[in-house]
Structure formats: C-alpha cells, structure tokens
C-alpha cells in the first residue's frame, strides 16, 4: 500500500504526530541497488524525527581498555555537558561492568555485549541476563556484526539470546546490516530484512528494543555510510516494520545508525529524518567525542 503525503505533519518540538503521511514503500524493492528516497519532500524547513521515539547514543566498548582508561572514561562522561533529550547507553566489557555500573553517573545506562540464550547454569564462559540484571545492567548488544561474522553466530542463536533477555525485562540492542560484497550485489534490503525478520520472529515485543542499523563495511573502518544512504535503509526498514510488525511499532522503535560515526559527521547523520541516534564503536572511547556525539540531537532542532 503506498502512502501518499496529503498534508503536513503537524511538529510538536521534534515530535511529528502525523509521521503515518511521510514514508514510502521500500520493502518491494529488496532487490533492487539503493537509490536516493528523494521523494519524500519536507513539508516545512525543520529536520525532524520520523520515528516518535527518544533519540538513542550507544557506546560500544567493544574488548577495549583496562581499569586505568575505563576509570577515566567513566570520570570524563560523569562530568560532560549531556543534553536531556537524549538515552545514552554505554557497553563495557563484561569485567568491568560491575565497576562501571557502580562509578557511573545514573544519567547514563549500562548495557552488555552479550547474554546466554537462557538461564545461568553449567554454560562455561557465559554470563546470564539474570547475572547482568544483578549488577545493575539495563541493556545488552545482540547480533553485532563482530559476534556473527567473527564469532560465528548466525541468526537463530541470536534471536533466541534476544528473546530471552527482553522476556526477563533487559532492552536489547538489536544490531543488522550488510557486508560490503552484499551491498555492491544490490542485497542490501534483502540481508537486513532477513536479520531483522529473525528477531521480529521470537521477540515477545518491541518495548525495548533499539535497532541498530550498521553496514559491516562501514565498523571501525572510518568509511562512514553517507547521510543518504544510512537514511535510505533506515526508512526501508521502518516500512518493514509497518509492513511486518505495526504501523505503533515502526513508529515507536528507535533506528540507531553505527558504523565510523565520530564528533565530526554525527550532526549529518543526525539529520536525516529516520536516524534515531548512534551506536558508536571508536568514538565512544573518548568521553568529550561521545558527548558530542550524544549532543547531535541538537541538530535535529536546526532548520534545514
Ligand atoms: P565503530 O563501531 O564506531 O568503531 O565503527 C561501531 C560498532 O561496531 O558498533
């Protein structure tokens, strides 16, 4: 069904309360190249925000830092200038998450990289959601391009870990996107919209969930996707999920762009109407870049 705009969306600050009116199909072209959504015309000169929901800034620690850079990291985001409007989230490595969750200021939450499928038992090296729960974790990162194409883990076993978790009431990061060899075969759509069909199978619901678009070619090679083309797969896929899911939950769930986003091309990023936020490798490592990144919000209240 193509929606059609017939009037402008009525703002309230960055809230559109009419976002229904603005998208355009995508999901019929899963096969096609990306091209520009170029359709889609602003009806007033205000960047705004496609989705209704809070825009969203992840840190990925990743397997980085030791108790000497992790503590001053934690000092260095406990005094920065973060703006309000804005969940701010940050992912250390699992030894230190007990530290990090105790010296942390409450503005900012807590998430792990990882969580076993079920519950804590005889499972060597794995750390239970009802463990992460304990310690005072919020969140935890699943189907990261480095646990699937690294580790291995493919996308029943990722569902499954993602189910459990947001069944004992942790939000889950749910991260997708393509390898560069599967961008230039046009599968683009079609590899995210597997990924996120996985997920959108066993999740018990979308409360809690923050999808993390990341195009594998672009994390941690300073090759940040273009505004245009990190926009263009985030509105494919909040149509996948009017389509598959509900207009509430395409509307409601935040889609996160990771991939090289640094202090300098995070208000770009920022701007394009379906880029809810960040989930940030590299950059989150320095405590006054992630501030800045986690302060792009503002561009979004910038007239275009
Ligand atoms: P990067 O990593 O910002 O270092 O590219 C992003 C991620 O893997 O989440």
Redesign the pocket.
Known sequence: MEMVATSCPQFTGLRPTLHNARSQPFAQHSNSQLRLSSSRKPCRPVVAMAGSGKFFVGG?W?CNGTKDSITKLVTDLNSAKLESDVDVVVSPPFVYLDLVSSSLTDRIEVSAQNSWIGKGGAFTGEISVEQLKDIGCKWVIHG???RRHIIGENDEFIGKKAAYALNEGLGVIA?IGELLEEREAGKTFDVCFQQLKAFADVVPNWDNVVI?Y?PVW????GKVATPQQAQEVHVAVRDWLKKNVSEEVASKTRIIY?????GSNCGELAKQEDIDGF??????LKGPEFATIVNSVTAKKVAA
């Open positions: 990925n990743k990261h391009s480095e991260c993390a990341e672009a994390i941690g090679t990771g991939g090289s986003v640094n989930l940030v490798g590299g950059a989150s």
